[in-house]
């Protein structure tokens, strides 16, 4: 007698018991709740993008402090440990060389419009207004700005040209809190330092972590004291005393010690900086100092909110004994060098690690 088909039996099999039915409907069950289970992060087709790093745009324009070597030096530092995304502009001359010397002419200012913050080293420039206008327009944007030594007296225009003039005086004040005043005297620049410099006693800011009391070669810029104040609310960080004094006789007006490196913070909707570091700190000696180049990179790097990549003992600043710029005075910089198409250039063993 011939088997029948598989078939047949399923055709005829009309099973009746609650146990079969739920040995049907359990594997059911089972596989849609596996089929409803999200999938893991991991993967994720797409991921989200890595944000991009911030832009802090270094203007370096001063005919007397070397800014065209410090600024880079510093930029090139941020972009190796910190991953920042740096870019330098330079007073240049009719031939597209560096000149400090050129008043009229820092070419790439528009790059500014899509910045993170703006690090000023600038004295005395006469921009165009298609020049001038993104660093006004970044001022007003409520990003951070950090300012060194001449940006008290970033600008200088002619006091009949009533469009800029306020520009000499009343903007750094504004911005930074304080404009030009005096100092206290060159003496033997450079063979010498200065300026002995605290930091503020019991300060617990992050500026601050790792900075000793250090001597610097600037001469002390007065910005308080006798008849003047700095502006609005700052908090000092670090107080310099002027070792030698053109004022020495004077010192009720202009005191012989003064702040040298100060910050501000803003509500964003004031139309102001949310947050600026000023220090009048910036000759080139005094990136010499362990402590002084520690005080301007923590301060770029509080100002762009990066204060948590500040460790207690303060960031790596490179190796301090092999910056051999120039010294400060007029006429003293490099002569014939052009911007490299990978600014900020610096030998490799001016920043190299500690």
């Known amino acids: 007698m011939e088997t029948p088909p598989f078939s047949w039996f399923i055709q005829r099999w ?3 018991s609650d146990i079969f039915r739920s040995v049907i409907t359990i594997p059911i069950v089972i596989l849609a709740a596996i089929l409803l289970i999200p999938a893991s992060p991991t993967t994720v087709a797409n991921p989200p993008a890595e944000p991009d790093p911030p832009h802090v745009v270094f203007i370096a ?6 800014s065209e070597e410090s600024l880079p030096m510093l930029a090139s530092i941020l972009s190796r440990d910190h991953g920042i995304r740096t870019t330098v502009l330079y007073s240049l001359d009719e031939e597209g060389r560096i ?3 050129a008043l009229e002419n820092i070419p790439g200012t528009e790059i500014l419009a899509t910045a993170d913050m703006l690090v000023m080293f600038t004295r005395f420039r006469a921009l165009p207004d298609e020049q001038l206008a993104p660093i006004l327009e970044f001022a007003k944007s409520g990003k951070p700005v950090v300012g060194f030594r001449t940006a008290t007296h970033a600008f200088r225009y002619p006091d009949e040209d009533l469009e800029h003039a306020s520009l000499n005086r009343d903007w750094p004040r504004e911005l930074f809190g304080q404009r030009w005043i005096t100092h206290h005297g060159h ?3 450079g063979k010498s330092p200065l300026t ?3 930091p503020v006693k019991d300060s617990t800011h992050p500026i601050l972590r790792g900075v000793s009391p250090f001597d610097a070669y600037s001469w002390l810029y007065h910005v308080e004291g006798g008849e003047d104040a700095l502006s609005g609310e700052p908090t000092p960080l670090a107080i310099g005393t002027t070792l030698k004094s053109y004022h020495a006789e004077r010192h009720d007006r202009f005191p012989a010690s003064n702040p040298v490196a100060w ?3 803003h509500d964003s909707n004031s139309g102001r900086p949310s947050r600026v570091f000023f220090t009048t700190l910036g000759h080139p000696y005094d990136f010499r100092s362990t402590s002084c180049r520690r005080l301007a990179l923590q301060g770029i790097l509080w100002a762009l909110g990066q204060d948590e990549s500040i460790p207690p003992e303060g960031i790596a600043i490179g190796r301090t004994e092999d910056w051999r710029p120039p010294n400060s005075g007029i006429g003293n910089f490099r002569p014939n060098r052009r911007p490299k198409p990978d600014e900020p250039m610096q030998k490799k063993d001016q920043v190299a690690p500690e």
């Open 14 to 16: 009309r099973p009746s």
């Open 61 to 66: 324009g001063d005919e007397e402090y070397r």
């Open 99 to 101: 000149d400090p010397n």
């Open 187 to 189: 003496f033997d620049d």
């Open 196 to 198: 002995h410099v605290d």
């Open 263 to 265: 910050i501000y913070e």
